[in-house]
């Protein structure tokens, strides 16, 4: 008898979401993460308005990366109407949004994580792909750093902090940097370049390590927020604080109140609030058959305290 | 009534009846050796006695005091001790703490080990059996097979027993190193301790008993003192 | 000669192997890099050292008992978090803060020992469920949000000097000695050695296993919570995805020491020089600015490295 209640349960349980129609399912990237936070509640602020319960689906880690595909087949026999996506890999990402086109369902891409030529290239009809092109994020800091220095023959010494070995944001964030910078400062000297596969206190032992062997390092360019906050605390722990320009990626809250007390020079920010409102947006657009951009590329914000303290820029609503 | 008794003991594991109700006495300075084919039950019945396996029914008696569904800690407590067939020995440590095993010497607070008290007595007690092992610090595993059976000995003697039981003390040993097992054996009965091992190998036992008990799927088949028999009788016994 | 040092103390010899292959990598290191032999890059050997360095000790007693625990970066995080949540967002003194949470970590090895005990299940599967449950509420009270920015005089404090040296390496001193005691001087740490020897034999003889192996996951968690705090001190944060994969660098460091991976033989000296190894190696590739994809490649050269020593070793 016992058993039987059971079996019913697991059934219903199986079965209920095939009831329901419409919809929507957003696969993130594994919660402890403030940039997907931020992200999230875009898109369930932009869902509310719409009247819509989206789904959303969180692998348990982002380093085991298989998560993704396993995440996506199970979203898939809940048969939506739309598939978005932050894959974890390019690979993983074609594959899953392959398996739910043969399905019928709708595929996209959130936060650009994957290269828009390659899915076409596989025959991937993604709706619309959304997010900073990472490369330009790069770009933008090594920019930045330029114009920090304005001699053009000024020679920085500088650490690069990649993230993940084998994810775009970890790899094309670097490339950019080191591709703008040749241009705009040639002289500048890379010291080190290494992955902190996104960990605060792995990049905070490359810092200080980087640090014993050119302690007059200039900047530090770590491709995301965590990571540059790792810096920070072996800069303030060698006693070099305000000595090194540090910068970092995404715009997290704990990154602006760095940066507000000085401790980092800045964040670049992709809005990631705004990247899940628009998300979410053209997702009902697209179910709904609405004719939309295929690719759009989300703006950066350069967070420096001078941006923070003024309060003025119009994105900043967008920054959470 | 002194010495150590066993009074209508059975033992059972689920629907098999290991031991047939059994009735023994033991006597202190006296070998008894207990043999049977496989599965006659002598092992059970050792167990039994060194408490790892509780009886369905009866009761064991040491000195008058009873020691039935008292758990093998118990039983040490008690003076009761085992030497087991894979002589239970922490390979890796070295000869004296497997002599002290589980009854290590500690000072008075936190427990602090006190090494130079047992490296003390644990030589003394060596050279008393006349084992000889070069270095006490050496990993027991590292020792030969007659040596290792020696330490497992010294620890069950360490503590004078008044009842020690042998699970085949011979029965993984090169020849060469049989004899000094046996001496080792005959050494305890000569402390006036109850004896009883058993054994596969006829010629020790016949060489170290005093009585030998053959068994027979779970019943005493003979119980007579070693003068007044013959290995081919024991023989006929086992097989027949 | 040689065979005769192998069998009469296997621990000298591993911890021989260990330091000479430390002395390689350290006069490798010192002959390419002018800077590594520097105060202050020992420095930062030690305090970057200092967070596995604890874990692995914990290790150390949980391996030598005959288990492995894969809970110790879970309850790690779990640890760092919530004394950074009791600190900033409970206002809680630190004297309060600090000790709760490692005692929290104490409470979740004490529980992985206990449900190890009563399911008598391997404690590799009962550590990956609590590696989970600790991870989880690492997020749940942290919000998964890292928690940024501690009071100024828990960060000046921590990442100051006490006694000439930095907080995280006296912490990892103290914990070493500790350890040493523990494992080499008291009945506790005989056990716990005998146990992961011959459990049988153990049993038998009247050690209470189930009393030693809660002991040992206790001081497991207890020393993964300290090593949360020295990670919490070190970033300024809570973060609750903080050290992934840390459980099997300290149980490598704990392996590298001449521990054996079944337990009854495992040093404390042996670990630390087994983390040492490990930290020396990360430090000096970076100094050399080798890149990513072949500092990966040397710590896996050097893990195969450490499997033909314990080859040779178990050829006794």
Redesign the interface.
């Known amino acids: 008898m016992k058993r039987a209640v059971w079996i019913a349960l697991l059934l219903a349980f199986i079965v209920h979401p095939a009831l329901a129609d419409d919809k929507y399912i957003f696969i993130m990237k594994?919660?402890?993460?403030?940039y997907w936070?931020a992200l999230k509640e875009g898109i369930e602020d932009a869902s509310k308005k719409a009247g819509v319960t989206p789904i959303l689906m969180y692998p348990?880690?982002d380093?085991a990366k298989e998560e993704d595909l396993n995440l996506c087949q199970s979203a898939i026999t809940q048969k939506p109407r739309i598939i978005v996506m932050g894959a974890e890999t390019t690979s993983i990402g074609l594959e899953c949004y392959k398996q739910a086109q043969a399905q019928g369902i709708l595929v996209a891409d959130m936060d650009a994580t994957i290269s828009v030529d390659l899915a076409k290239k596989s025959g991937v009809d993604l709706q619309y792909s959304i997010g900073a092109d990472n490369t330009l994020i790069g770009e933008k800091a090594a920019a930045f750093v330029a114009a920090h220095f304005k001699d053009k023959n000024a020679a920085p010494k500088i650490l690069i902090i990649?993230g993940a070995?084998g994810s775009p944001p970890g790899q094309d964030r670097p490339i950019g940097f080191k591709r703008k910078l040749a241009s705009l400062l040639p002289k500048a000297e890379i010291?080190?370049?290494?992955?902190a596969e996104w960990?605060?206190?792995r990049a905070?032992?490359?810092t200080?390590?980087?640090l014993?062997?050119t302690p007059d390092l200039n900047v530090i360019f770590a491709a995301n927020d965590?990571m540059a906050?790792?810096a920070?605390?072996a800069v303030?722990?060698a006693g070099k604080q305000g000595q090194v320009m540090i910068i970092g990626v995404d715009g997290i809250?704990?990154a602006r109140?760095?940066v507000k007390d000085g401790l980092m020079t800045a964040s670049i920010t992709q809005l990631p609030y705004f990247i899940g409102k628009r998300t979410a947006e053209l997702a009902f657009d697209a179910v709904q058959g609405k004719k939309i951009e295929r690719t759009e590329s989300a703006p950066l914000l350069v967070l420096t305290k001078e941006v923070l303290a003024a309060n003025k820029d119009p994105l900043l609503t967008y920054v959470r | 009534m002194s010495g150590l008794r066993l009074e209508n003991i059975t033992k059972s594991f689920g629907a098999i009846q290991v031991l047939q109700p059994m009735t023994l006495a033991f006597k202190a300075g006296q070998v008894t050796a207990i043999v049977g084919d496989n599965g006659a039950g002598k092992s059970t019945l050792l167990k039994v006695m060194a408490g790892?396996h509780k009886p369905n029914a009866g009761a064991i008696y040491l000195d008058d005091k009873l020691l039935t569904n008292l758990s093998?800690?118990d039983h040490?407590a008690c003076g009761v001790e085992?030497v087991?067939q894979?002589?239970?020995?922490?390979?890796?440590?070295n000869v004296v703490?497997n002599l002290f095993?589980?009854?290590?010497q500690?000072r008075t607070c936190?427990?602090?080990?006190n090494r130079t008290a047992m490296a003390e007595r644990a030589k003394n007690e060596l050279n008393r059996l006349g084992i000889s092992i070069a270095?006490l610090?050496?990993?027991v595993g590292?020792l030969s097979g007659g040596q290792q059976q020696a330490v497992a000995i010294a620890r069950a003697a360490l503590f004078e027993p008044k009842v020690l039981l042998f699970d085949e003390p011979t029965a993984a040993l090169a020849a060469r190193e049989v004899g000094q097992v046996l001496d080792l054996i005959r050494q305890q009965k000569e402390q006036g301790r109850i004896v009883i091992l058993v054994s596969h190998r006829l010629n020790d036992v016949f060489a170290v008993a005093d009585r030998i008990v053959v068994m027979k799927q779970g019943r005493l088949i003979s119980d007579t003192p070693t003068a007044a028999t013959s290995m081919s009788k024991v023989v006929e016994n086992i097989v027949g | 000669m040689f065979a005769r040092l192998f069998?009469?103390?296997?621990n000298r010899l591993y911890i021989a192997q260990c330091l000479l292959f430390l002395a390689a990598l350290g006069a490798f290191f010192s002959l390419a890099?002018p800077?590594f032999l520097?105060l202050?890059?020992v420095n930062?050997v030690l305090?970057?050292g200092a967070?596995i360095g604890l874990m692995a000790i914990g290790a150390t007693f949980v391996i030598a008992s005959g288990g492995i625990d894969l809970s110790s970066a879970g309850v790690m995080a779990f640890c760092g978090t919530l004394c950074a949540f009791c600190l900033q967002k409970g206002g809680w003194s630190p004297w309060l803060a600090l000790p709760f949470s490692i005692g929290l970590g104490g409470l979740c090895g004490f529980l992985t020992g206990f449900l190890v005990n009563i399911t008598e299940a391997p404690s590799f599967i009962v550590s990956l469920g609590m590696m989970?449950v600790a991870r989880a509420a690492a997020?749940i009270v942290?919000k998964?949000?890292?928690i940024?920015?501690l009071p100024d005089n828990v960060i000046s404090a921590g990442?100051g000097q006490m006694l000439g040296l930095q907080v995280p390496v006296l912490l990892l001193i103290v914990g070493i000695v500790l350890a040493w005691i523990l494992l080499t001087?008291?009945?506790?740490g005989?056990h716990t050695?005998?146990l992961g020897?011959?459990a049988?034999?153990?049993q038998?003889?009247?050690?209470p296993a189930g009393r030693v192996r809660l002991k040992t996951f206790t001081l497991a968690g207890i020393y993964s919570g300290v090593a949360g705090i020295i990670?919490m001190l070190?970033?300024?944060?809570g973060?609750?995805?903080?050290?992934?994969?840390y459980e099997l660098i300290a149980i490598t460091a704990v392996i590298l020491g001449g521990a054996?991976l079944f337990g009854?033989?495992a040093t404390i000296i042996g670990t630390v020089l087994g983390v040492l190894c490990l930290g020396v190696l990360?430090?000096g590739l970076?100094?050399l600015?080798v890149?990513?994809?072949y500092?990966?490649l040397f710590v896996g050269l050097v893990l195969i490295a450490a499997a033909f020593l314990s080859r040779v070793r178990s050829q006794?």
Not at chain 1, 191 to 195: D, E, K, Q
Not at chain 2, 101 to 104: F, H, K
């Open positions: 594994a919660i402890g993460n403030p936070q348990i880690s380093l990649e070995v010291v080190n370049s290494l992955s960990d605060r206190l905070m032992n490359i200080a390590d980087t014993m062997r965590v906050l790792g920070v605390e303030r722990a809250p704990d109140k760095a | 790892i093998a800690a040490r085992m087991y894979d002589l239970a020995l922490a390979k890796q440590q703490a095993l589980g009854r290590e500690t936190f427990g602090f080990l270095d610090n050496t990993p590292m | 069998t009469q103390n296997q890099s800077y520097s202050g890059n930062n305090t970057a967070v989970s997020y942290s998964g949000m890292p940024y920015g990442q001087q008291t009945q506790f005989l050695l005998i020897d011959n049988f034999a153990a038998a003889m009247g050690v990670f070190r970033t300024n944060s973060d609750p995805t903080a050290g992934q994969g054996n009854g033989r990360q430090n970076n100094l600015a890149s990513t994809y500092q990966t006794r």
